[in-house]
């Protein structure tokens, strides 16, 4: 005789067996279909150049091509809402870095996403050093340079820098040196690292912030000129007459830069699992190593958890910077 509760019991499993039994399907058919990686920059940037070496690795692992779609502009906001409007399916995936992960949420007041609350996060990828840069022909031959002649300038002759858009982390780090050092700075915001390295390099802009392995290559052809490297305690292997912010007295503005990857919120979690072993294998390739490895940048995975916590300390911290600097953006 099968018991009353024997019934209950069975009544519940089925169904919990059934859901098992979908999500195992679900995870051992995917991908079913090409997978996108959303940038939230232009292509030829640093983050764009990254992705399309990750996606190639990825493309043999999952057996499904991982395709780069680039979506610029709003601080990452344009890219975020999109991937936040796909199915939870694992299909699309959205690549970012400290502006778009961390710094929005204080940067503006009707930002259309939470980071956190809208996206799983799957792993952080990389942490990267950057370098302060000049135009060969620069009157700046170091940042004490740079900071009298900001000190010294107008508000209508103020020294022009250029960034991958508002809210980046080079455009906020060039406020932060306004700040620290009370020099007459001015903002020239561009749509990508590409861009404004170009006109860097033909002296429309005076000095700019930006990620060491993207603007090395224009300082070894002697297109551009290091004034200091930040986020790093060492000084960089190619760059090794180069004094490190913390040497020139700066430790408080010694921040890296650094990218990671997330996926819309509600994806399965073996799906989830599946992305993350496949990002996790390209980010460690040697590929990376050999192309990125002596130009300040570090492979860094974090399980989800921890690149969780590390995007809400980072939101954290970067939001008291924010709002002591007193940036506000639309």
Do not use: C
Request: charged letters at 20%.
């Amino acid at each position: 005789m099968i018991s009353r509760r024997s019934l209950i019991f069975s009544g519940t499993a089925l169904p919990l067996a059934a859901a098992t039994s979908l999500a195992l399907a679900q995870a051992a058919s995917f991908p079913r279909r090409p997978v996108l990686w959303v940038v939230p920059y232009p292509a030829g940037g640093f983050g764009d150049v990254v992705s399309r070496v990750l996606a190639q690795h990825m493309t043999a692992t999952l057996k499904q091509p991982v395709v780069i779609e680039n979506k610029p502009g709003a601080g990452g906001q344009i890219a975020a809402a999109y991937v936040k409007q796909q199915p939870a399916d694992g299909h699309t995936l959205l690549y970012g870095d400290i502006g778009p992960f961390a710094m929005n949420a204080a940067l503006y007041p009707k930002l259309n996403y939470n980071t956190l609350k809208d996206f799983a996060p799957l792993t952080r990828l990389l942490t990267s050093s950057l370098i302060l840069v000049v135009p060969p022909s620069s009157p700046y031959k170091s940042v004490d340079d740079l900071i009298k002649a900001a000190k010294t300038r107008s508000a209508d002759r103020a020294v022009t820098y250029g960034s991958y858009g508002i809210g980046s982390q080079p455009h906020i780090w060039m406020e932060m040196l306004k700040r620290e050092t009370h020099g007459s700075f001015q903002h020239v915001a561009y749509k990508g690292a590409a861009p404004a390295v170009q006109d860097l390099m033909g002296g429309h802009i005076e000095v700019m912030l930006d990620v060491a392995a993207n603007s090395l290559p224009y300082v070894q052809e002697g297109k551009l000129r290091v004034l200091a490297v930040i986020g790093s305690d060492k000084r960089l292997e190619r760059l090794p007459q180069v004094p490190t912010l913390s040497e020139l007295g700066h430790p408080s503005l010694n921040a890296p830069g650094w990218t990671g990857v997330v996926v819309k919120a509600g994806t399965p979690p073996d799906i989830a699992t599946q992305l993350r072993t496949a990002v996790v294998q390209a980010i460690e390739s040697d590929e990376i190593r050999r192309r990125f490895g002596d130009l300040g940048v570090t492979p860094a995975p974090q399980t989800p958890q921890e690149f969780s916590r590390f995007i809400e300390s980072e939101t954290k911290r970067w939001g008291s910077v924010i709002r002591s600097a007193g940036v506000v953006l639309e």
